[in-house]
């Protein structure tokens, strides 16, 4: 540090001795005060952003997806229950392979989606009916098994139709338009889809939201910039370190925090144009097929092909979307960032005008 | 720095910090959970009959409908976590959930004079059940009531010398054979029958099965029935079995035959007595079915006006088969019970006993629905045929509830399975009947 221009006014005596002192802590207060404004405000946004982010990433896709494979597997299941009933599989293998398998993914689904929520939750009480019901069209189905083979065993004494009704009877209860096990489902897929569709229009996402940042930030460099002048004009200082990296550091968390929005921007924009319509689309497409087969099975019509989901494709769709929620999440460094950044651009600020402070605390 | 800047500072820190850490949260209204088996138009009466309650109250009700209502419940019971409140499928699940202790008395919500000024007392024997200290307490309340001895018939399609039959003020059982084996000679099958409900499957036929029981034997060896001292194997069940089976059995008897029976829904076995050229006239259900009726459409299916209680549906009272049988009423009721005891929960049931909350669902065109509290004037009913329901079972002299309902849940669900085997092996009846028995001697 080199000797100011001129001996601090206080040694010369008059009205400067006192106002310059004065000065240089009313600059330093303005300083940290833009400082922990910025501060504040690069946080709430951030925080905004990560929120969004985290919610869509761990609790409402996740929500989403479940509730919706789950719709398919049991759709799937009951097609596949018919499916071994008309071919007569059921003879030796009840329901089928693939009809355990529906249920047992169905039966995960809806425990992962109970652990996402909230004790007492409507949701989560929804869940225990559904639940219930998948409890219900299983005993069902063993029924209509049951019947089935009893009604082989009985030969001519049975009329044959009894395991026939039972599979008619768990296909009903799945199917109902009101309260069946589907339109319970579909009552928690549908708030889920549109709560994902909020979330990735949210305006914490939107570029339009760095303009609020704009100004502590500008604030905050006014304020180095203005100490900068009041240095030089008073103390020949021509140019601050600790204030030009208070500059620098000011400037980089505007820029992280701009590339961190627009970031989350464009992979929010690109979720909810492709990669949600895409999943969504294929389930739906999926989840029609799947209702197709089993409706022309239970009227004794064999589909044209042998059915199923396409459990690779809809990965596949998955996958995407999780890459974007990957990306728009790529800002969580900001949560360190954001302090480190704000706390060295108030210590730099208030290096910079410490050695001129001294000097006035060391006169008096 | 100076103290008013440096307290200016310590605010705008403090308001950060208040704001980053996002403390405040609006208090949560107090909700209500209630599982039921209402769905559709019995749904919507139910929701407006609580809208009031809600509005009144500010107290949330968070209703979920299923057909399967009672597996719901049982699950929800297994896991730990049942609804504050739930529609109970029967009197004998009522007394089996008292004496458990899951249910929880609900005498503090009710006013004791109240109810027995406004509830007769048949009704009110039903809403009360031993809990597991033996001692009886109110355990639920009735929501809606159904008479089920009833037979429906559209009065425009019935051929003039049968419907003069049919409705003739003193029919008795073998007239009504008469007329339905003339309707069967002129080509169309007299009854529509559907013992389609999911889970419940068969108890439309038990329904027939009870009623016949009740009109052939009496109210005497009814109760001894119901009550598990009467075996399955004796004469007036096997009659009873026996002359349901010679309905639903005999070829051109029923719309569809046996396979029909099996798969249709109950709520729409009588759609076809409504189509323009009718596939069967007759149809035996509770009175709830006009809820059912009023959503079908007179003509083709899809097409046409919705059918109008008087105009389009009426209903006779189910005939006595015997002089001992004369007189009797089968009814049922859909009764609320509380799980979770809490304020809300309290409030809601006593405003679903009175007269304000019934007359919200009753007097919904088409709900079907029938108060039992004397309270609700006849007058707030919306047509004919729901007012001389109303009449006929606040007036019968001889009132049963449903006997499935009041038999212990395992003799129920046996009885409802029964009912479909032997639709479906009609030879079996003795070893059905036999098979019944066996689980009356551990059901009991």
Redesign the interface.
Known sequence: MSAPRTAPSAARGGRPRRTTPVQL??L??VL??CT??F??TA??LQ?GMQSVTQSVRDTTFPAYLDAIQARAALSDADRAAWQSFRSGAAQLTGPGQQYQNDITNAGQAIERLAALGTPGS?EN??L??I???L??YQ??VEQADA?YRR?IA?GT??????G???L??AS??MR?P???LLA?IGQLAGPDQQALRGQLASPWADPALLLVLAVPALCTLAGIAAAQAFLRRRFNRAVSVPLLLAAAAACALSVWLIAATLRADSAFAAARATALPRLTGLWQAQIRTVDAEAAALRASVPPASPGGLDAAATQRASSAFGADMTSAAAADGLTAGIPALAVAIAVLGYLGFRPRLNEYRGLQ | ??RT?SH??LA??LA?AC??CGCASPAAAA?V?V?GSW??EE?SGFLAMIRGFEEKYGIQV?Y?????AS??????LE?G?P?DLAVLATPGELRQEAANGTLVPIDAALSSARLTSEYGPGWLHLMRAAGPSGASHYYAIIVKAALKSVIWYDPRKMPPRDLALLTSPRLTWGQLKELTANLAAAGTAPWCMGF?D??S?GWPGTDWIEDILLHQSGPGVYDSWVAGTLPWTSAPVVRAWQAFGQIALTPGQVYGG??AE??T?YGQAGQPMFASKPGCYLDHEGSFITGFYTQDRLGAPGSGAHPRPGTDFRFVPFPALTAAGQGAEEVAGDLLGMFHDTAAARELIAYLTTPQAQEAWISRPGSGAISVNRLVPLSDYPDPVSRDLAQDLTRAADVRFDASDSMPQAMQNAFYSAV??Y???P??LSVILRGLDQVRKTAY
Not at chain 1, 157 to 162: F, I, V
Not at chain 2, 64 to 68: E, I, K, N
């Open positions: 802590r009313r330093l207060i940290l005060a922990v404004l501060w504040i946080t709430v925080r409507p009480s929804l225990q009916t639940s219930g019901q409890v219900n005993g069902l019947e009604d009985l004494a049975s009329r044959g139709d009894l026939f009704a039972y008619t009877y009903n209860a109902d009101q309260g069946g319970s | 720095m100076t800047a200016a500072l705008l820190v950060a704001l980053l909700t959970t599982l769905t559709g749904e968070d979920t409908g299923t057909r399967d597996a719901v419940l049982a699950s929800d896991n976590n609804p389609e999911s889970s499957s046996i396979r099996l798969l829904n479909l085997e639709l479906d092996s030879g079996q």
